[in-house]
DNA sequence: CCGGATGTTCACCT
DNA sequence: GAGGTGAACATCCG
């Protein structure tokens, strides 16, 4: 999905829904409502309830209702949230740049204003009737260094695939973590619970800065990283050509030099 | 034509 | 039990 970056922009227009109240709802897709829920459920839970609240906790967008039902929003890779016509991301790294009506999975339609489509090409995300938030780790926004600590201790495996891991850290996706790796000088195989005091440090600071810098620059794909994501790539600090493995089950970068 | 791409989940191995 | 792998979803792009 988009990561929480990305997330983070479908908030914000989504929050003009506040207060709005829903007239009906679309969801020709079975497959694309998760936890057992079907489109009737959806529409017994949603219509005729008004939006109370917009958040979001990693790459979930959370819908709060009136009725104190809450839907939770899924993006997987390719989704697009489209609400008054307004696209916040209109193509996404690696989505089509364009829009097919038939790819809109859900729609909410309201009695003032246009309706909030969840557009996704891959079916890769879904809708979620009251999500277990349990099942999520800490906002990786402002993760602080204690809960960093808590997040990587115990496990010996990769730091890469535990800052990937939505149950241990919620928001993380590939590029991010691939740049935040980089950031911090620490090579993604690196045993996560091995790390020193030192090197929390350094990569609690990493997450910490780079996020809202990437946010301001406009989303996930604009770290320094990403123009060498590429065979023969190299080392934007210092020329060394990148190496490139599958850790955490995803495409990874890293300088062999700098990221020990 | 083939392989891979901001993701999640699950079955199946080791 | 902990981890890792591959498949599935479906489309576009190089």
């Given at each position: ?71 939770g ?11 008054d ?9 690696y ?7 038939e ?49 990587l201790?115990?496990?010996?495996s ?6 990937l891991?939505?149950s ?22 690196r ?12 990569l ?44 955490g089950g ?11």
């Amino acid at each position: 999905m988009p990561e929480l970056l990305e997330v983070e922009r479908y908030r914000e227009v989504a929050v003009t829904t506040i207060g709005r109240r829903i007239t009906s709802v679309h969801a020709p897709d079975r497959w694309f409502l998760k936890g057992g829920l079907d489109a009737d459920g959806l529409r017994a839970a949603t219509v005729g309830t008004t939006v109370a609240a917009v958040r979001r906790h990693g790459k979930v967008l959370l819908v709060t209702l009136d009725s104190e039902a809450v839907l939770g929003l899924r993006f997987g890779m390719t989704g697009r949230l489209v609400v008054d016509g307004r696209a916040p991301i209109e193509a996404l790294e690696y989505g089509p740049a364009i829009e097919r009506p038939e790819w809109d999975r859900v729609t909410l339609e309201f009695a003032d204003g246009g309706p909030l489509r969840l557009n996704d090409p891959r079916r890769l995300g879904g809708v979620e009737l009251d999500p277990d938030l349990r099942r999520l780790g800490p906002d990786a926004w402002g993760l602080g260094l204690s809960a960093l600590r808590r997040a990587l201790a115990g496990t010996a495996s990769p730091v890469k695939a535990v800052l990937l891991d939505q149950s241990r850290i919620a928001g993380l996706g590939n590029l991010l973590t691939d740049e935040i790796l980089w950031r911090a000088g620490l090579d993604p195989a690196r045993p996560a619970g091995g790390l020193t005091e030192v090197e929390l440090r350094r990569l609690q600071r990493a997450i910490r800065t780079t996020l809202p810098q990437l946010y301001a620059q406009g989303g996930s794909h604009t770290g320094v990283l990403q123009a060498e994501r590429h065979d023969d790539g190299r080392c934007p600090r210092d020329g060394a050509v990148l190496v490139r493995r599958t850790i955490g089950g995803r495409t990874t970068r890293s300088c062999p030099v700098h990221q020990r």
